[in-house]
């Protein structure tokens, strides 16, 4: 249960990405920065180049490309002669594949990011299928995927995205308030959850 008393961290800061911004995003080291800096927070290039196994400046180049369209900012709290802090300029990125459909070049961009995307999950479940045996059965039992098979119209399925959403949201929201009062659960990990939905292959229909 949540503490009444906790404090809520702020709402979280969304952009919905613009053709120019979506044109910058498709590069893998770009993405892997912006989400270094929203999952860890601030952090300089040199950082950011230890994280992710790569060199200064090819980190520093490529945040500067993220900032020049606004998805990172410097951190002016923390900078000092010349080192340069960074931070990610929103919480959470949102598009539909519609809103680039008259601009073909940032239409190739969000389909580039979407497959990027499926590269990332899948690295994630092999990465999980080969270290599942080092968890407790508990975190095995809870952890995986699942599937289910409907026929639905999109606005319906527009709906039934909306409020699976909102439960996510509510659980990271009490998830992430702040409690004085009791220390962390010791079980809580750092998890991603991914929502997918595509039309069923025609072979299996």
């Known amino acids: 249960m949540v503490n009444e008393e906790a404090t809520p961290r702020p709402a979280l800061r969304e952009v919905r990405i613009d053709k120019r911004q979506v044109r910058v995003l498709p ?5 892997r920065l912006l989400g270094a800096l929203r999952v860890n927070g601030p952090a300089t290039a040199t950082t950011l180049a230890e994280q992710l196994g790569t060199n200064t400046g090819a980190t520093s180049y490529h945040l500067r490309q993220l900032a020049e369209v606004g998805l990172v900012t410097e951190d002016p709290d923390r900078g000092s002669g010349r080192q340069r802090w960074w931070q990610a300029a929103h919480d959470v990125t949102s598009w539909e ?21 499926v590269r990332h999950l899948v ?3 092999d990465h999980w299928f080969a270290t599942q045996h080092e968890w407790t059965p508990a975190w095995r039992d809870a952890l995986g995927m699942g599937d289910i098979f409907m026929t639905i119209p999109p606005a319906r399925l527009e709906e039934l995205k909306a409020e699976v959403w909102q439960v996510l949201e509510r659980y990271n929201r009490e998830a992430e308030l702040v409690d004085t ?10 998890v991603q959850v ?9 072979g299996n229909r």
Do not use: N
């Open 97 to 117: 594949p519609s809103d680039f459909d008259d601009d073909p070049d940032a239409r190739a961009a969000i389909e580039w990011i979407q497959g990027d995307q």
């Open 181 to 190: 009062a009791e220390p962390a659960d010791p079980q809580a990990r750092p």
């Open 27 to 31: 590069h893998p080291l770009r993405m």
């Open 194 to 202: 991914f929502l997918a939905a595509y039309p069923l292959l025609e």
């Open 123 to 125: 690295e994630h479940a």
